[in-house]
């Protein structure tokens, strides 16, 4: 279904293109930089830093104001906004909103449209409730022996802002309270957000939207003077796709039901964004950006016998096969080497019983660092043996630092930021083999064609450097 809708979609792009773009070309003036994003969670991976990082550069890119704005029901908008800051992740001069705590601070929420009720829909029969804290407020969820039945979504007093009302599962109300007790049938949540999005963003503006689950509540509307920008994190394709008519991934996918409902779709590789044009038809909105990394130089003492594995620990990034590569090599090269892990997740216990099994190599599992430079500056080589990407930001932190990186070369990202032999090398995707060949190389290659191999990836991580994407940011928003 979702292909089809995609592909009949394509008319409707012929006859909206011209205005959409018309619409970005005739505003000379950026204003406000809304950057919207469905999660802020305190611990995260490369996207949400990516995010971040695009937030950063447009508050040091543009004159307007610039907003982070956020749907996460029971983030501590306070606590969150100080953690990200202390860790220099955001600027001073964006401001933090969230759509639940503003709902639930407000007295009046007018923006909240909807019929007007006599009183809140009354909780259904149930057997059990459960009180979570959610920011500073908290949530009560009803269930009865079917279910989650209804969740009252509270404020710091007690009182009720949102009533969510379910029936077998389906949403049957969808109720808001004001604080002066005026009660409004909302008509769901992605209406919600759709209203808040509505209020919250004032033209002249560009709202980049950088989480798929937003799409449906940013697409349906076309404010007047808003450009719409959606960025592509990860792979739209299931890991293993032979061409770009492969099999869909139906969590990364959704964006392709929206090519049509914004201004600029801006892909992180060359490479996507040539699959899904020949798949679905090429739009002038098209455009490639890829995210931009920190390149600052560490000094570190560097070991050649290290190699270090940033990832967090789950399946998809193959650590297993990074850990049983570097046995294999230390084997046949005759040398005992070291594997530094950084990052965490569900694989850990099962990951480290796997680092019991190596003979060869010494594995250490490091956790989440906050000096992953100074990690990369001090080790020879890096391993990625993910089986899929979208454009892993760990490749350019490694080069910039010349650790030369080795990765498996999937779909998307690393044929596109390594040189590979001359600034780190690609290997086919899943074999194990080759990359522990790769490994080897490194280890006992010559020192002058080694140091030539880590003074090309440092050329090559310049490519991505925040200065370089941030002008071109920079351009994307203003013209």
Same mark, same amino acid.
């Given at each position: 279904?979702?292909?089809?809708?995609?592909?009949?979609?394509?008319?409707?792009?012929?006859? =909206?293109?011209?205005?959409?773009?018309?619409?970005?070309?005739?505003?000379?003036?950026?204003?406000?930089?809304?950057?919207?994003?469905?999660?802020?969670?305190?611990?995260?991976?490369?996207?949400?830093?990516?995010?971040?990082?695009?937030?950063?550069?447009?508050?040091?890119?543009?004159?307007?104001?610039?907003?982070?704005?956020?749907?996460?029901?029971?983030?501590?908008?306070?606590?969150?906004?100080?953690?990200?800051?202390?860790?220099?992740?955001?600027?001073?001069?964006?401001?933090?909103?969230?759509?639940?705590?503003?709902?639930?601070?407000?007295?009046?929420?007018?923006?909240?449209?909807?019929? @007007?009720? #006599?009183?809140? #829909?009354?909780?259904?029969?149930?057997?059990?409730?459960?009180?979570?804290?959610?920011?500073?407020?908290?949530?009560?969820?009803?269930?009865?022996?079917?279910?989650?039945?209804?969740?009252?979504?509270?404020?710091?007093?007690?009182?009720?802002?949102?009533?969510? %009302?379910?029936?077998?599962?389906?949403?049957?109300?969808?109720?808001?309270?004001?604080?002066?007790?005026?009660?409004?049938?909302?008509?769901?949540? =992605?209406?919600?957000?759709?209203?808040?999005?509505?209020?919250?963003?004032?033209?002249?503006?560009?709202?980049?939207?950088?989480?798929?689950?937003?799409?449906?509540?940013?697409?349906?509307?076309?404010?007047?003077?808003?450009?719409?920008?959606?960025?592509?994190?990860?792979?739209?394709?299931?890991?293993?796709?032979?061409?770009?008519?492969?099999?869909?991934? #139906?969590?990364?996918?959704?964006?392709?039901?929206?090519?049509?409902?914004?201004?600029?779709?801006?892909?992180?590789?060359?490479?996507?964004?040539?699959?899904?044009?020949?798949?679905?038809?090429?739009?002038?909105?098209?455009?490639?950006?890829?995210?931009?990394?920190?390149?600052?130089?560490?000094?570190?003492?560097?070991?050649?016998?290290?190699? @270090?594995?940033?990832?967090?620990? %789950?399946?998809?990034?193959?650590?297993?096969?990074?850990?049983?590569?570097?046995?294999?090599?230390?084997?046949?090269?005759?040398?005992?080497?070291?594997?530094?892990?950084?990052?965490?997740?569900?694989?850990?216990?099962?990951?480290?019983?796997?680092?019991?099994?190596?003979?060869? @190599?010494?594995?250490?599992?490091?956790?989440?660092?906050?000096? %992953? #430079?100074?990690?990369?500056?001090?080790?020879?080589?890096?391993?990625?043996?993910?089986?899929?990407?979208?454009?892993?930001?760990?490749?350019?932190?490694?080069?910039?630092?010349?650790?030369?990186?080795?990765?498996?070369?999937?779909?998307?990202?690393?044929?596109?930021?390594?040189?590979?032999?001359?600034?780190?090398?690609?290997?086919?995707?899943?074999?194990?083999?080759?990359?522990?060949?790769?490994?080897?190389?490194?280890?006992?290659?010559?020192?002058?064609?080694?140091?030539?191999?880590?003074?090309?990836?440092?050329?090559?991580?310049?490519?991505?450097?925040?200065?370089?994407?941030?002008? =071109?940011?920079?351009?994307?928003?203003?013209?």
């Amino acid at each position: 279904m979702r292909q089809n809708g995609a592909l009949e979609s394509v008319g409707g792009h012929l006859r =909206r293109a011209g205005v959409g773009l018309a619409r970005v070309a005739s505003q000379g003036s950026t204003g406000p930089v809304y950057v919207a994003t469905f999660r802020l969670p305190e611990s995260f991976g490369g996207v949400t830093h990516a995010m971040l990082q695009h937030t950063r550069m447009f508050a040091r890119t543009t004159s307007g104001p610039v907003a982070l704005l956020t749907f996460e029901h029971g983030l501590d908008v306070s606590e969150r906004r100080r953690q990200l800051r202390s860790a220099g992740l955001l600027d001073s001069r964006t401001e933090l909103r969230n759509l639940w705590a503003e709902l639930r601070e407000a007295p009046r929420a007018p923006w909240a449209k909807g019929h @007007v009720l #006599p009183d809140l #829909p009354p909780v259904p029969a149930h057997h059990a409730a459960t009180t979570e804290r959610a920011g500073d407020g908290s949530t009560v969820t009803y269930e009865d022996t079917a279910g989650v039945v209804a969740r009252d979504h509270l404020r710091a007093d007690g009182t009720v802002v949102v009533r969510d %009302v379910l029936e077998n599962g389906r949403r049957v109300s969808f109720s808001y309270a004001d604080r002066e007790g005026s009660v409004r049938e909302v008509r769901g949540l =992605r209406r919600l957000r759709r209203l808040w999005l509505d209020h919250v963003v004032q033209a002249p503006a560009t709202l980049v939207v950088e989480s798929k689950g937003l799409l449906t509540a940013v697409g349906m509307t076309h404010p007047p003077g808003v450009r719409k920008i959606f960025v592509v994190h990860g792979s739209h394709l299931l890991a293993g796709a032979a061409d770009a008519h492969g099999p869909l991934d #139906p969590k990364r996918s959704s964006f392709v039901d929206h090519l049509d409902d914004f201004d600029r779709i801006v892909f992180l590789t060359h490479a996507q964004l040539r699959d899904v044009g020949s798949r679905y038809g090429h739009r002038k909105s098209f455009t490639v950006l890829p995210n931009a990394r920190d390149t600052t130089r560490v000094r570190a003492e560097r070991d050649r016998r290290r190699g @270090v594995v940033v990832a967090r620990l %789950v399946a998809a990034k193959g650590v297993d096969a990074a850990m049983r590569a570097t046995g294999t090599a230390a084997r046949d090269a005759g040398h005992h080497l070291l594997l530094d892990i950084l990052g965490d997740g569900p694989q850990r216990s099962s990951l480290e019983q796997v680092a019991h099994t190596l003979d060869h @190599v010494d594995v250490r599992m490091l956790g989440h660092v906050t000096d %992953v #430079p100074r990690r990369f500056a001090s080790a020879s080589f890096s391993v990625l043996a993910s089986s899929t990407e979208g454009h892993p930001l760990v490749l350019v932190e490694s080069m910039a630092q010349g650790c030369v990186p080795i990765a498996y070369d999937v779909r998307y990202g690393p044929s596109e930021i390594i040189e590979d032999g001359i600034s780190g090398f690609l290997v086919p995707s899943g074999d194990e083999s080759a990359l522990a060949r790769a490994i080897a190389c490194i280890v006992a290659m010559e020192p002058q064609r080694l140091e030539s191999m880590r003074a090309a990836a440092r050329r090559r991580a310049d490519a991505f450097s925040e200065r370089v994407v941030r002008r =071109r940011w920079r351009d994307l928003v203003r013209n």
